[in-house]
């Protein structure tokens, strides 16, 4: 029995659930997940103990928002895949195709590419000069960063990067250089490119290939 001079008994804030809504809006999956977990770790406590803890709503909050969170998340990263990092590493086919005669799906990888005559003679020379592709692999050595490092989207995504490859061809191993443009400055018109601005073919005994050709300018 309680006196008028005793404080009334308050069932205080599950400490669960203010974890998991701070964890349900964290920076990565894994605390989004752990929102959702703390969440119902929250309910079960609060179920456990009536009337001692209570944040049985903001538990609720920390799942739906964890679970939203961790779908934004898994989805963005399926669209990265699929849409950004396949085109990354498609220097390679593209340019099989192109020696196949499939000049849209070569070009198709350009922010800018050249005319089709142009884009024409730059695909037979490869193949006069090495003839078919029959495979690829990515050259692991280091390139050089002619980028600004602070050349950032968002402060930690790149603008824009180099990639390297090795060309494999019957008779010849020819490295080939790409130069991939996630996003444009505003001052070079701005907006999200996602696509290369050139690739370079080296050789060293007949003369690196470039495409699109230096001396063509970007419309």
């Not at 809504?21 to 119902?40: D, K, N, R």
């Not at 538990?59 to 963005?76: E, R």
């Not at 005669?101 to 050249?114: K, L, N, R």
């Amino acid at each position: 029995m309680t006196t008028a001079d005793e404080p009334p008994n308050r069932a205080v804030i599950s400490p669960w659930a203010l974890v998991g809504v701070l964890c349900s809006v964290g920076v990565c999956p894994v605390f989004t997940i752990a929102g959702v977990l703390l969440g119902l770790r929250a309910l079960v406590e609060i179920r456990a103990h009536p009337g001692q803890i209570r944040g049985r709503g903001l538990a609720w909050v920390a799942i739906v928002l964890g679970l939203l969170v961790t779908g934004i998340w898994l989805g963005g990263a399926v669209w990265w895949q699929v849409n950004v990092r396949s085109r990354m590493s498609g220097v390679p086919a593209a340019v099989a195709a192109g020696q196949r005669g499939d000049i849209a799906e070569f070009t198709g990888i350009f922010e800018y590419p050249s005319d089709p005559a142009s884009t024409g003679t730059f695909l037979q020379t490869i193949t006069d000069r090495y003839g078919q592709m029959h495979g690829s692999a990515h050259d692991t050595s280091e390139v050089k960063e002619e980028e600004d490092k602070g050349d950032q989207v968002f402060g930690f995504l790149p603008a824009a990067g180099d990639f390297k490859w090795v060309l494999l061809y019957d008779q010849h191993t020819i490295p080939v250089t790409g130069r991939f443009v996630l996003f444009r400055h505003a001052d070079e018109g701005g907006g999200f490119v996602n696509r290369f601005d050139w690739i370079r073919l080296h050789d060293e005994e007949l003369g690196d290939l470039v495409y699109p050709s230096p001396s063509e300018p970007n419309p």
